[in-house]
C-alpha cells in the first residue's frame, strides 16, 4: 500500500483558434511507498501539469491516477502539496496555519497541539509559533508550509518548486530539510524543480521530462538522496559522480532547449 | 488677491524661517536624513508636522485679521465706523453759493443709533444734514431737500469738502467716497477697510459662539446633535444595509460565472451614476422621508460595496484555494476560511470609499429636502444669510467626515493586519 499508479497520462488543451496543445502525452510512472521522485525539464514540459493531475486540480483527457488503489478524481487530504510562495494563510497565526488540515477534518484540539508543537520543534520553528506569517523571511515561511502539509499526514507530498524563491544559502538549508523529514516520516515524495543539482541530491529517482509533447525522456535512480541525509549536502556535491551525472543531464536539457529554439525558427 | 497673496508670503516665510532654524539645530542622523536623495524619493517625503501647524495657524490668522477677530492681535484695517462729516457748496436759482455741512453716523448693522445731532446754522440758504448709514453700506442722500429754494429748478450741489463735483463724477471726502448721479443726489459710501462683513465672512470667535448657542439651544426645533446624528443614523443605515446586499451579491459574482453574467451589466452601469443623480427619482418615488433618504444612501454604498467584496473574491490566489483543497477542507470551509479573511482587506478599502460617499450623499439629500440633518442646517441658515452657522456647519461636516475616515482606518489597521503583506 502507499504506491501512486500513474497510469497512461495524456493531457490535451484545445485552443480558442481551433488547434491544440498536447502537454503530457502517454506518461506512466509507479511509485512505492517512501520514494522521492525529482521530476526536471525545460519549460513546458508539462511537469506542473503532471503534479496538478496527481493533485486533482485538472482532469486528464487521457489514462488515471490512483493512488493506494482508489482513482483520483479531485483535490484530497490524502495527498498534501507544497506550493513554490504565498500559499500560506497570512490571517493565521504559524500555529493555525499548521493546524490546518486537522481543524478542518474537526479533530480535536488535544489530538492536534502536541502534533503541532512536535511540527513545530522538526522545522525549527518552536519560538515563532504565535507569528503571523507576514513576520516570517521566505525560507521560514517554507518550513511552515512543510510542516502544514505533514501535520494533515497525508500519504503523499507533491512539492511544486518549493524552494525556488530563495536565495542560494536558505534553500541549501532547506533541501537538508527535505531530506530529514523524508526520511524521518517515510512519505512518498514528488517534488518538482527547475535545477539539476536540486534534482539530483534530492530525487532517490529522477524524472527527466521532454517538451511538445510532454513526456518522459529518461529516468534515474540516484544515490546521493539517500547519501545525503544527516550530512552536509556540498560533500555530496564535491562526489565524482554527482558532478559527472550533473553535466549529463545538463547538456540534456541544454539539447532540448537547441531543439526547442530550432524548432521555433523554422516556424517563423 | 490680496488674501492669496498674504498667504503666499507666510508660506515662503514660515519655509525659510524653518530652514534657518533646522540649520542652526545639530543634526539627527536618522535613515531619512542621511539620504542625498530625496526629490523624487517618495518614501523620504513625509510630511512635515511643523509645516501643519504653521499652516493651520496662518488659515486661522487670516481669517482673525480679516474679520476683526478677537483671536489675532494685528487686523487688517475695517470699516471706518463713527461720526464725520463734509461740507458742500451749493448754487441757487439766482446763482449764490452757499456752504452746509453734512453730519454722517456710520454704525454697525444692527446696533441702534440717532441721527447726528445738527446745530443750527443762521446764515445762508443752504441748512446742515444729519444722516446715517451702516458700515459696509452706501446711501443716497440729497443734502438740498431741506434747504431754502432747494428744490427749485436751477438749484444744484456744485462741490464737495471744496472739491467740484457734477453728476458721474466721484469725490473723496475725509473718510469716503461720494458719487454724485444722473439726477444730482449724492451717493455717499464711507471707506469700507479690507475687513470681511459678517454676513459674508463672521469672525472666528462668532462662529464658536453660534457652536454654543446651538449645542445648548437647537436650530429649527432640533438640538444640533440631533441634527449631527440624524445625518449620520442615516449614513449608518444605508451603509450597513449596503454592505448586508452588497459584499454577498460581489462574493456570488466572484464565486459563480451565472451571477457575474448577470449583475455584471447592472452593477457596471449603475456604478458610474453618481448617486445625487438619484436624488430626484428617489424624491418622486418615496418622497422626501427617512425612507426615502436611507434608500439613496444604501443604493450609494450598494455598488462600491458590491465590487469590492467581488474584487477580494477574485483576488485570491489560486495556490491558496489549492492548497486549502489539498488540506481536505470543504467548499463551505474554504468559503469561510479562506476566501472571506482573504477578500477583508479589499472589503475595508470598499468600506472607507462607501462611507465617505455615503456622508458626501446625505449632505447633498438633505440640501434638497429635509426637516433635520447637517445638510438642512446649513441650507436654512443660508436662506437667512446666518453664514456663521453655515460655515460652522461646514466645518462640522468636514470634522465629522475626517473622523469618519480615521476611525475606519484605525479599524482596518486592527482587523486586517496583514494588509499588503501578502
Known amino acids: 500500500m502507499g504506491n501512486l499508479v500513474i497510469d497512461d497520462l495524456s493531457m490535451r ?5 481551433g488547434g491544440s496543445v498536447q502537454a503530457l502525452e502517454n506518461v506512466s510512472l509507479e511509485l512505492a511507498k517512501g520514494e522521492l521522485l525529482a521530476v526536471l525539464g525545460p519549460s513546458g514540459c508539462g511537469k506542473t501539469t503532471l503534479l496538478n ?13 490512483t493512488l493506494n488503489g482508489n482513482q483520483v478524481t479531485g483535490p484530497g487530504a490524502e495527498r498534501g502539496m507544497v506550493f513554490q510562495q504565498g500559499a500560506l494563510f497570512e490571517w493565521m497565526s504559524v500555529r493555525r496555519n499548521i493546524s490546518f488540515g486537522p481543524d478542518m477534518a474537526g479533530k480535536p484540539q488535544s489530538e492536534t497541539t502536541p502534533v503541532v ?8 520553528l518552536q519560538d515563532f509559533g504565535d507569528k503571523m506569517i507576514y513576520e516570517l523571511s521566505g525560507g521560514m515561511q517554507q ?4 510542516a502544514r502539509c505533514l501535520a494533515n499526514d497525508p500519504d503523499v507530498i507533491l512539492m511544486d518548486e518549493p524552494l525556488g524563491a530563495l536565495d542560494a544559502l536558505t534553500r541549501e538549508k532547506m533541501q537538508g530539510l527535505v531530506l530529514k523529514l523524508w526520511k524521518e516520516t517515510g512519505k512518498t515524495i514528488i517534488l518538482i524543480t527547475h535545477s539539476v543539482e536540486e534534482a539530483l541530491l534530492l530525487g532517490e529517482r529522477l524524472l527527466v521530462m521532454a517538451p511538445r509533447p510532454g513526456r518522459i525522456h529518461k529516468e534515474y535512480r540516484l544515490p546521493f538522496a539517500e547519501m545525503g541525509v544527516g ?12 558532478a559527472e551525472r550533473r553535466e549529463e543531464i545538463l547538456s540534456m536539457i541544454w539539447d532540448m532547449e537547441e531543439e526547442i529554439m530550432g524548432r521555433q525558427e523554422e516556424s517563423a | 488677491m490680496i488674501v492669496f497673496l498674504l498667504y503666499a508670503a507666510i508660506f515662503a516665510l514660515a519655509y525659510v524661517a524653518y530652514r534657518a532654524w533646522q540649520r542652526s539645530r545639530r543634526h539627527i542622523h536618522d535613515f531619512d536624513s542621511l539620504k542625498t536623495v530625496t526629490f523624487g524619493d517618495e518614501s523620504a517625503v513625509s510630511p512635515n ?20 477677530s478677537v483671536i489675532t492681535p494685528l487686523h487688517v484695517p475695517g470699516p471706518f465706523v463713527g461720526d464725520t462729516s463734509f461740507t458742500y457748496t451749493a448754487r441757487n436759482a439766482a446763482g449764490e453759493t452757499d456752504q452746509a455741512v453734512a453730519h454722517l453716523r456710520v454704525y454697525r448693522v444692527g446696533e441702534d443709533v440717532d441721527l447726528p445731532e445738527v446745530p443750527v446754522e443762521p446764515n445762508g440758504f443752504a441748512d446742515d ?42 469725490v473723496r471726502f475725509s473718510d469716503g467716497e461720494i458719487t454724485m448721479t444722473n439726477k444730482g443726489s449724492l451717493s455717499i459710501k464711507p471707506d469700507k477697510g479690507w475687513q470681511m462683513e459678517p454676513i459674508w465672512l463672521p469672525a472666528p470667535e462668532a462662529v464658536l459662539g453660534r457652536l454654543g448657542e446651538i449645542a445648548s439651544e437647537g436650530y429649527k426645533n432640533f438640538s444640533l446633535w440631533e441634527h449631527l446624528g440624524s445625518s449620520l443614523g442615516r449614513v449608518l443605515v444605508g451603509f450597513v444595509i449596503g454592505s448586508i446586499v452588497g459584499i454577498p451579491l460581489g462574493y456570488a459574482m466572484g464565486l459563480s460565472d451565472w451571477f457575474r453574467g448577470w449583475f455584471d451589466p447592472i452593477v457596471e452601469f449603475m456604478r458610474p451614476v453618481p448617486p445625487l443623480a438619484l436624488i430626484p427619482l428617489i424624491i418622486i418615488w418615496f418622497g422626501i422621508g427617512e425612507e426615502g433618504k436611507v434608500i439613496l444612501l444604501f443604493l450609494a454604498a450598494l455598488w462600491i460595496m458590491t465590487i469590492a467584496a467581488r474584487a477580494g473574491v477574485s483576488g485570491v490566489r489560486i495556490s491558496k484555494v489549492h492548497a486549502a483543497y489539498s488540506l481536505g477542507a470543504s467548499k463551505w470551509q474554504i468559503l469561510r476560511h479562506v476566501i472571506v479573511p482573504n477578500s477583508l482587506p479589499e472589503i475595508f478599502t470598499g468600506a472607507r470609499v462607501a462611507m465617505g460617499v455615503c456622508w458626501g450623499t446625505v449632505v447633498a439629500a438633505e440640501l434638497v ?6 445638510g438642512m442646517m446649513i441650507v436654512n441658515a443660508s436662506k437667512f444669510q446666518l453664514t456663521d452657522i453655515v460655515i460652522l456647519g461646514i466645518i462640522l461636516i468636514g470634522i465629522i467626515g475626517y473622523g469618519i475616515d480615521i476611525l475606519m482606518r484605525m479599524a482596518e489597521r486592527w482587523l486586517v493586519p496583514w494588509k499588503g503583506r501578502g
Open chain 2, 49 to 68: 508636522r511643523f509645516a501643519s501647524v504653521v499652516s493651520i495657524i496662518a488659515l486661522f490668522g487670516i481669517w482673525g485679521a480679516f474679520t476683526g
Open chain 2, 129 to 170: 444734514d444729519a444722516i446715517k448709514i451702516g458700515a459696509w453700506r452706501s446711501a443716497l442722500a440729497r443734502p438740498n431737500e431741506n434747504d431754502v429754494g432747494g428744490k427749485e429748478d436751477g438749484y444744484s450741489l456744485v462741490a464737495i469738502d471744496g472739491q467740484p463735483i457734477a453728476p458721474g463724477e466721484t
Open chain 1, 231 to 242: 550530512r552536509d549536502l556540498r560533500l555530496v556535491k564535491k562526489e565524482p559522480e554527482f
Open chain 1, 117 to 124: 508543537e512536535n511540527l513545530l520543534r522538526t522545522v525549527g
Open chain 1, 13 to 17: 488543451f484545445d485552443l480558442p483558434n
Open chain 2, 369 to 374: 429636502a429635509a426637516d433635520r440633518g447637517a
Open chain 1, 143 to 146: 518550513r511552515v508550509a512543510l
Open chain 1, 53 to 65: 493531475i496527481v493533485a486533482g486540480f485538472l482532469a486528464p483527457t487521457g489514462g488515471q491516477v
